[in-house]
Nanobody
Framework: QVQLVESGGGLVQAGGSLRLSCAASGRSFSSDGMGWFRQAPGKEREFVSAINPNGFSTFYDDSVKGRFTISRDNSKNAVYLQMNSLKPEDTAVYYC????????????????WGRGTQVTVSS
């Protein structure tokens, strides 16, 4: 049974930092892209960042570029999201995703999802 489990969310003041982790189990994702999405109340799930299998290529939504950094450790079957200079508009549930087939910016293209971790940024 494949599982993705996110951790590291919480409450932080604007300008602060958080590091999200996603641990995968049940199969190796070392040959697959992995990514992060987020969903704020009343909004659709949106792309945040993705990373290719070897970690050499990374992709970001413009809203987080320069503030967030995605990385992965294939030996641990894990992906991370370092979030700096957080803003209140970053408040959302953050989801880890794995194994994209096609346009990685579209949630429907990803095969596996975690249950999410809440990130709340206070002003």
């Amino acid at each position: 049974q494949v599982q993705l489990v996110e951790s590291g969310g919480g409450l932080v003041q604007a300008g602060g930092s958080l590091r999200l982790s996603c641990a995968a189990s049940g199969r190796s994702f070392s040959s697959d892209g992995m990514g992060w999405f987020r969903q704020a109340p009343g909004k659709e799930r949106e792309f945040v960042s993705a990373i290719n299998p070897n970690g050499f290529s990374t992709f970001y939504d413009d809203s987080v570029k320069g503030r967030f950094t995605i990385s992965r450790d294939n030996s641990k079957n894990a992906v991370y999201l370092q979030m700096n200079s957080l803003k209140p508009e970053d408040t959302a549930v953050y989801y880890c995703a794995a194994d994209a087939d096609g346009n990685y910016r579209l949630p429907d293209e990803w095969a596996y999802w975690g249950r999410g971790t809440q990130v709340t940024v206070s002003s």
